[in-house]
């Protein structure tokens, strides 16, 4: 079965590094998504990108993270300068449609982020 | 604010039972509704997804929606001791954007 694929698992960065997110969506998926969940949280919404550009983004996309499609299959979210709070499991996502009914999306196993 | 609310738990049962989940939104026109599983560190995997009025069965589980109470409750009949997990409701909020709820931590005991 297709599935979205995520590396690292796990990553530990000293506060203020950079840090790059990889995912590789399902092949014929055209929405990508990145979701957090801060340990013992709610999953939370951060960006969905169709076509080359962000479609929405949540109040926690601040101008700290960005998303880009750098090639056909791979996905990534970076995180310029790390802060304490961004320690959290981070969920790519995917979908082969947009929006309401008949409409799945599907997650990869997240990259579990550690600020220190 | 659009909201998700469940509540978190843990709901117990013993093994065969029916576990019945409940979820609340507060956005009148979220029209897509999907219960996630997600065990302890892993990523939410989806149970059941529905769209109208009434109930919908796949297997052992059974999702019942009614839009004029605002509510989705997910039935899980012979409850398994694998179905130990955190189940967690999901509403679409808008374009491409799912709003989850808390989750609701299920343990089924032998």
């Known amino acids: 079965e297709p599935e979205v694929t995520q590396t690292p698992s796990h990553q530990v960065t000293q506060m203020g590094q950079e840090v790059i997110l990889r995912c590789v969506p399902i092949s014929n998926h055209l929405y990508f998504y990145w979701y957090r969940q801060i340990l013992g949280q709610k999953v939370e919404f951060l960006v969905s990108f169709y076509n080359n550009e962000i479609s929405e983004k949540s109040e926690i996309f601040d101008d700290q993270f960005s998303v880009e499609r750098p090639d056909g299959s791979n996905f990534t979210l970076k995180i310029r300068s790390t802060k304490l709070e961004d320690s959290a499991m981070y969920f790519c996502a995917s979908s082969e449609k947009s929006g309401v009914s008949g409409n799945t999306i599907y997650f990869g196993e997240g990259s579990w982020l550690t600020v220190v | 604010q659009k909201e998700v609310e469940q509540n978190s738990g843990p709901l117990s049962v013993p093994e065969g039972a029916i576990a019945s989940l409940n979820c609340t939104y507060s956005d009148r026109v979220s029209q897509s509704f999907f219960w996630y599983r997600q065990y302890s560190g892993k990523s939410p995997e989806l149970i059941m997804s529905i769209y109208s009025n009434g109930d919908k069965e796949d297997g052992r589980f059974t999702a019942q929606l009614n839009k004029a109470s605002q509510y989705v409750s997910l039935l899980i009949r012979d409850s398994q001791p694998s179905d130990s997990a955190t189940y967690l409701c999901?509403?679409?909020?808008?374009?491409?954007?799912?709003?989850f709820g808390a989750g609701t931590r299920l343990a089924v005991h032998p």
């Open positions: 999901a509403v679409y909020g808008g374009y491409n954007k799912l709003i």
